[in-house]
């Protein structure tokens, strides 16, 4: 087992604990590798750990019995797979799985559980991130409502750079499609529209940032309402960190 120390921790959930409470969490933290299409939350079975994501970018998707699926989250270093538990569900009919291969923190759902219930910050701050994650939800819908598909691109890329902090981002016309609930032939004509634009530059199996304000313009009000509540309520700002 690795034993995590605070200071050098990306994970902004596990960072906005204080550090007497973070020396709770401690013993239950395990670094593991996560490979890319490996399941943290299966549906409709007992979620048997959460994981903070260090590195690396978890995809949540509905699933239904006509095998129809579509992406309704992402997870990244912002954030925490099963956030179910916070609300003392131990499954749910969704699944989580990596998108892009990392590492993270896991830790059994019963020293979760356990530290939930003993404590108010600790369950304050988890159920605040609930909130974060129904908000995200919420603006995919009205994305998918109100917003064209280029539109709901940029959103995603926006959303998916802020968790990879990275301006090259790993993706696939397969995700892509998945993201966007669009057939995968469609989802070249958008790349070729944000290419057009100057805002990002396609290769394959990857998409370069070039211009992050472009992006954001072209996603309008599509985007920054849950960061900017996450940021309220988690007290760290989730976006892409822009290096020097």
């Known amino acids: 087992m690795s034993f995590a120390d605070q200071p050098s921790i990306r994970n902004g959930l596990l960072n906005a604990l204080r550090s007497e409470t973070f020396a709770e969490f401690r013993p239950h933290l395990e670094l593991v590798d996560l490979p890319i299409k490996h399941v943290l939350v299966e549906a409709n079975q007992p979620t048997s750990h959460v994981c903070f994501i260090e590195i ?18 992402h997870i990244g270093r ?41 404590s108010d910050e600790v369950r304050m701050l988890f159920l605040n991130y609930v909130q974060t994650c129904e908000l995200q939800l919420a603006h995919s819908a009205l994305a998918y409502a109100r917003y064209n598909v280029n539109q709901r ?17 790993p993706v696939t016309h397969e995700f892509l499609s998945l993201m966007l609930g669009v057939r995968r032939s469609g989802v070249t004509d958008q ?54």
């Open 191 to 244: 790349i070729h529209v944000l290419e057009g634009a100057h805002a990002i530059k396609a290769t394959r199996g990857n998409i370069h940032v070039r211009n992050r304000a472009k992006l954001e313009g072209i996603a309008g009000g599509s985007y920054g309402v849950p960061e900017r509540e996450y940021e309220r309520l988690i007290g760290q700002s989730p976006r892409f960190r822009h290096q020097a």
């Open 78 to 118: 912002e954030g925490m797979t099963g956030h179910h538990l916070a609300l003392l569900t131990s499954q749910t009919p969704n699944r989580t799985f990596m998108q892009v291969a990392g590492a993270g923190y896991l830790m059994p759902a019963s020293a979760f559980l356990s530290l939930l219930e003993k």
């Open 56 to 73: 690396g970018l978890g995809s949540m998707v509905a699933l239904n019995p006509d095998s129809e699926t579509v992406e309704i989250g």
């Open 153 to 169: 691109l940029a959103r995603w890329l926006l959303m998916m750079q802020d968790r990879l902090d990275s301006s090259d981002l």
